[in-house]
């Protein structure tokens, strides 16, 4: 289902390609919020909407200034840019060549082709996995704001740096504390970012439970800490099977083209989270638990 949705989404790309247009209306096109589109959309495709909208116009651009008179102040305007400057910039860019060369025979130009998302089959390997319900759940965490745009960035390392600032300045370490000695364990806490919003949280915490000294939660909370609260969610998850961060990434790119497009589940918009075990399995990182539902 995942695939039949992001081929949705592109044929309304290409259809509404000189529109102003981007990845919030394409995944509204296929009744999806646009944090889960934007990551679902990367996953499959390895680009971002957003890049593809781009790479097709600067493609479309290119031919009609090669085989029409438009000027390049047209083709800018025609194509979503503000100015000629930006266009020429982002066309540069891509291209190699400027717009005005671009005019000329036997320039050479880069050829980006519309998208067509096929299944391919490969090995039965097998992907293990469980289903979980947990009812409303309540954390104490050092959250931080981050830009959508990180996410599937493979290059990015913005999170793991967040990780290493809270561990340097010693504010794990305390919060750990508040719990019983044997269920220490933290939560990457992920929140699902709106529409209208340009960024999402990110929390480092614990549980808040019977194992959890909640007589000292007002100090924390006086000193930057925050309370974060999920609703009821079924989940399923995932033990991401390697030595640093790189294995999460894996398992949500398996979560994409493997487990949604075969079981019929997809993310729904509330938080996820990576529980990192003070008591751990060997060779395991974290486990992954993604909130879903049955479409």
Not at 169 to 189: C, Q, S, V
Request: contains cysteine; charged residues 25%.
């Amino acid at each position: 289902m995942s695939i039949q949705l992001i081929q949705q989404a592109i044929c309304y790309m290409e259809e509404h390609i000189y529109e102003n247009i981007n990845y919030i209306d394409a995944a509204r096109s296929v009744h999806m919020s646009g944090y889960n589109f934007h990551r679902m959309f990367s996953f499959i495709t390895g680009i971002t909407a957003n890049e593809y909208i781009r790479n097709r116009r600067l493609t479309l651009a290119a031919q009609e200034l090669q085989s029409t008179g438009i000027s390049v102040i047209e083709a800018a305007y025609k194509y979503g840019y503000k100015s000629p400057e930006s266009f020429s910039k982002a066309f540069s860019s891509f291209h190699g060549s400027t717009p005005k060369q671009a005019k000329q025979k036997g320039t050479s130009l880069h050829l980006f082709n519309p998208l067509v998302i096929k299944i391919r089959l490969e090995g039965g390997n097998i992907m293990d996995y469980r289903m979980e319900h947990r009812e409303c759940q309540k954390f104490i965490a050092l959250v931080k704001a981050f830009s959508n745009e990180i996410i599937n960035d493979d290059n990015d390392n913005s999170i793991p740096c967040f990780w290493t600032e809270c561990y340097e300045k010693n504010l794990i370490e305390p919060l750990k504390n508040l719990r019983t000695k044997g269920k220490m364990d933290l939560y990457g806490l992920c929140s699902p970012a709106k529409d209208n919003e340009t960024h999402f949280n990110y929390g480092i915490g614990i549980i808040i439970d019977k194992n959890t000294n909640i007589k000292e939660l007002d100090k924390f909370l006086n000193n930057g800490y925050s309370i974060w609260e999920t609703k009821p969610s079924d989940y399923v998850v995932f033990k991401c099977i390697g030595n640093d961060g790189v294995c999460i990434g894996e398992t949500w790119n398996k979560f994409f083209k493997e487990f949604v497009p075969q079981t019929g589940y997809i993310q729904t918009e509330d938080t996820d989270y990576e529980i990192y075990f003070e008591n751990g399995e060997s060779g395991v990182f974290c486990e992954l638990w993604i909130p879903v539902q049955k479409i």
